[in-house]
């Protein structure tokens, strides 16, 4: 089949100036970027729009402003000049095949993971790690990635699991709420207004129900990530439930304090997820065999 017509294939040069001109609203941000000058952006963009027929830009006194057409095109060849870039770098350090794409929650990331991730480096210096912050299912060829740390059940379409850890979640509030609220049992709880992660709305309930009560989520603020979640804590702003491997720095400093002596293991755990495939790439499965010695050892599991 004949490919597209050379017309149609235009510089990636005349697009990169014409990108980056709709991006940064002007000739001479543009002309900054791409170390050219004003009069070369301007040529490369008029050329494009000759090649292609049509207008992309509006020009007048007050600057430049890209057509309802040229922002259209400048979203579409955005991402296909990402595209050209990533390959670009990957054949220029020759380690297409080596490049290990994981997402990960970032508590979990920054807490457990990047602490430990060194001595996966020392053992795998031929793998480059590239990593992005993913709360949520991921799409794995979509967004080409090659594992990922996923938090509760094992319930992603066409990925495969393996189990890391369970979690110990325990309630925490600031010493200085826990001053201002006599806290002897779990029933002194219910009336206290209680955070909540909008990941696990059923964790009060669950952990309630590990000590035979029967109680409902509760009224309380919710939150996307377990960081602000700690942060609103802290703050005095009420009591949370949190697993308590990812808070002990806070625990140590004293900026939360454990505000019922009663922990309970979550109905959410920790896996590595990878996508159902008969083989797997080698640096994805050193990763995963390497991540499950971790979570074995001692004192890695939470």
């Keep these: 089949m004949p490919g597209p017509p050379r ?26 970027e791409l170390s050219l000058t004003q009069g070369a952006v301007s040529r490369q963009v008029a050329g494009l729009e000759a090649l292609l027929g049509t207008r992309l830009l509006e020009r007048s006194s007050r600057g430049v402003a890209a057509t309802e057409l040229g922002r259209a095109y400048a979203a579409e060849i955005a991402a296909a000049l990402e595209t050209i870039r990533n390959a670009s770098l990957a054949a220029m350090t020759d380690r297409h095949y080596q490049t290990l794409n994981l997402a990960i929650p970032p508590t979990f990331g920054t807490r457990w993971l990047m602490p430990r991730l060194p001595r996966f480096v020392e053992r795998h210096p031929e793998v480059t790690l590239n990593f992005i912050t993913r709360i949520g299912r991921v799409e794995f060829e979509q967004e080409r990635i090659d594992a990922a740390i996923h938090v509760g059940r094992p319930d992603w379409p ?17 010493p200085g709420f826990l001053a201002e609220h006599r806290i002897g049992a779990a029933e002194d709880l219910l009336p206290l207004l209680r955070l909540h992660l909008a990941s696990r709305p059923e964790a009060w309930a669950e952990w309630f129900a590990s000590l035979g009560i029967a109680a409902g989520p509760g009224a309380g603020p919710r939150f996307e990530q377990f960081a602000m979640v700690a942060q609103a804590c802290g703050a005095g702003l009420g009591v949370a439930l949190l697993p308590e491997f990812l808070i002990r720095s806070e625990l140590a400093s004293g900026q939360l304090a454990v505000a019922l002596d009663h922990r309970a293991e979550s109905a959410s755990a920790y896996w590595l997820a990878t996508p159902a495939a008969p083989r797997l790439r080698p640096q994805v499965v050193a990763f995963r065999n390497w991540l499950a010695a971790e979570a074995a050892a001692p004192g890695g599991a939470a």
């Design 7 to 32: 017309r149609l294939l235009p510089s990636t040069s005349a697009l990169a100036a014409f990108e980056a001109v709709v991006r940064l609203g002007g000739f001479t941000a543009a002309a900054r």
């Design 158 to 174: 066409g990925a495969e699991f393996l189990e890391l850890m369970r979690e110990t979640v325990v309630p925490v509030a600031s």
